[in-house]
């Protein structure tokens, strides 16, 4: 058992640490402030897309650079810790719109659909949640009515990152009715090709402001039988829950990071402020408490790094990813709150960077499957 990354990772790692800090730190408050309105760093997601990353775990063939999904954990790891908005944009492009075509399309599908997302020609978009479909899937309501050599949908989604962005989305709907999640199947939709397809609400959200969540609204809208996942209905439910469990190991890489740089930001902090005569990291109190976060962020590392690497080797995830998104997203929101109170009154001021970490830090613990479901997941697994 090697605890150690690679002289290749660890050169991965440092490229996206020294691309974080020395291009998303500079204007992320302003960015932050700007939200929905204006915040998104299109520009620097390009950027991000000519170093490689967007499509890290895919073969060469496909637009990707054939490497593993600890590297790409790495990757959502260390953009989080700067900017956790952009962090889950990438993580949908990858893990939610990619893992969705790689599991369920066919070779021919995946080489036409995911080389335009993987190389940033375009961003890519997961289409399952409706209003009343969370956490259930069984709930969802949107058609899929063939009419030839068409569907015809009706219906919307909500709460789609990178809605207002994408060309490129991964859409679940019901092809036969009355047997719930299923009678799901996987669509892919094309915005510039499907009449009837419009963007509706962009969300204004607590935290991870910048990242663009949408409405997606379908009146009649005309999608190829062709674009059928793997040219076979009913197939959706199995598709969505494949690429939630890899896409909970990007938001556990994303909770990590925020915890790490929250934590990092504390750090530097209680090494300047003085108060009653001394550094406030000389108090004891103060220092055990960054211990125990110390101690818990690493134990969420080695977990969200044991679920990338049981991906990565063939090995079920499932259960490891559901433990890692729980920990990591947990860390995040806890690490956070303690970094906002140690830093007392500048903690609460922007300028300091944390109370924006706090506020990305609870989505984490509820998008791609509450920690409740994560709870419910691993216990499942306790009593087989």
């Known amino acids: 058992m090697d605890f150690y990354l690679s002289e290749e990772q660890l050169a991965l790692q440092a490229t996206v640490r020294k691309f974080a800090k020395e291009k998303l730190e500079p204007g992320i408050i302003a960015r932050d402030e700007k939200g929905e309105e204006g915040g998104y760093p299109e520009e620097l997601y390009k950027e991000m897309a000519k170093l490689g990353l967007i499509g890290l775990p895919y073969p060469v063939e496909f637009g990707g650079q054939g490497k593993t999904y600890l590297e790409y954990a790495i990757a959502v790891e ?19 719109f990619g893992g969705s075509i790689d599991s369920g399309a066919s070779p021919e ?95 204004k959200k607590m935290g991870i402001r910048t990242a663009l969540v949408s409405e997606l609204i379908f009146e009649n809208a005309k999608v190829p039988v062709a674009n059928l996942l ?33 934590y990092e930001k504390t750090v530097e902090y209680l090494k300047i402020r003085e108060q009653f005569g001394k550094p406030l990291f000389k108090n004891q109190y103060i220092a055990w408490k960054m211990a125990e976060l110390s101690i818990e962020i690493e134990q969420a590392k080695y977990l969200v790094y044991k679920a990338a690497l049981d991906k990565a080797t063939g090995r079920p995830y499932g259960d490891s990813a559901a433990r890692a998104k729980f920990a990591a997203t947990n860390a995040a929101m806890h690490v956070t709150t303690e ?40 216990s499942g697994s306790l009593f087989r």
Request: some cysteine; glycine content about 14%; proline content about 2%.
């Open 339 to 378: 970094a906002v109170q140690f830093l007392g009154g500048n903690g609460y001021m922007k300028d300091y960077h944390v109370e924006r970490m706090m506020r990305d830090a609870k989505i984490t613990q509820i998008y791609e499957g509450t920690n409740e479901m994560q709870k419910l997941i691993v």
């Open 78 to 96: 260390e953009i989080s810790k700067v900017d956790a908005a952009l962090g889950i944009s990438y993580s949908v492009s990858t893990s939610l």
């Open 230 to 262: 793997g040219g076979k209905e009913k197939e959706g439910f199995k598709v969505a829950m494949k690429a939630l469990d890899g896409g909970r190991i990007g938001v556990a890489a994303q909770g990590l990071g925020i915890a790490e740089g929250a």
């Open 109 to 203: 599908q995946k080489k036409a659909w995911l080389t335009p997302v993987l190389t940033g020609e375009t961003w890519g978009a997961f289409g399952l949640t409706e209003a009343n479909a969370g956490s259930d899937a069984g709930g969802c309501t949107l058609k899929a009515e063939k009419d030839g050599d068409n569907y015809i949908l009706n219906g919307m989604k909500v709460f789609n990152t990178n809605g207002p962005l994408a060309n490129s989305y991964v859409i679940f709907a019901l092809t036969e009715l009355g047997i719930g999640s299923k009678g799901l199947s996987a669509l892919y939709v094309e915005r510039d090709k499907t009449p009837g397809f419009t963007i509706g609400k962009v969300e």
